[in-house]
């Protein structure tokens, strides 16, 4: 006989996965953003600073909080979520 994935048979889990999934990816695109910004900014700091690089900045910035912002709030959301029902089952 197979496993049964428990996944599979709970759409709620299934959801909850899938929302970590794009949160996961939503940080780590944010904070790539965030890391770019940073290094930008003493690129600019240590040469000459151009309008291409401190739009740059500011996009980054702008677009890695757009994205983190939701992603850190649902990612927390997932958590509690898994720890209530570990806490309190069915």
Do not use: Q
């Amino acid at each position: 006989m197979a496993a049964v994935n428990p996944l599979a048979a709970d759409p709620v889990l299934e959801r909850r996965r899938r929302i970590e999934r794009w949160c996961d990816l939503g940080k780590r695109v944010g904070y790539t953003l965030y890391g770019f910004a940073i290094v930008a900014f003493f690129v600019g700091f240590a040469t000459t600073w151009s309008g291409v690089l401190l739009a740059s900045i500011i996009v980054a910035m702008a677009v890695g909080g757009v994205l983190l912002i939701p992603a850190i709030v649902f990612g927390y959301g997932v958590k509690a979520a898994d720890r209530e029902d570990r806490e309190h089952p069915l």
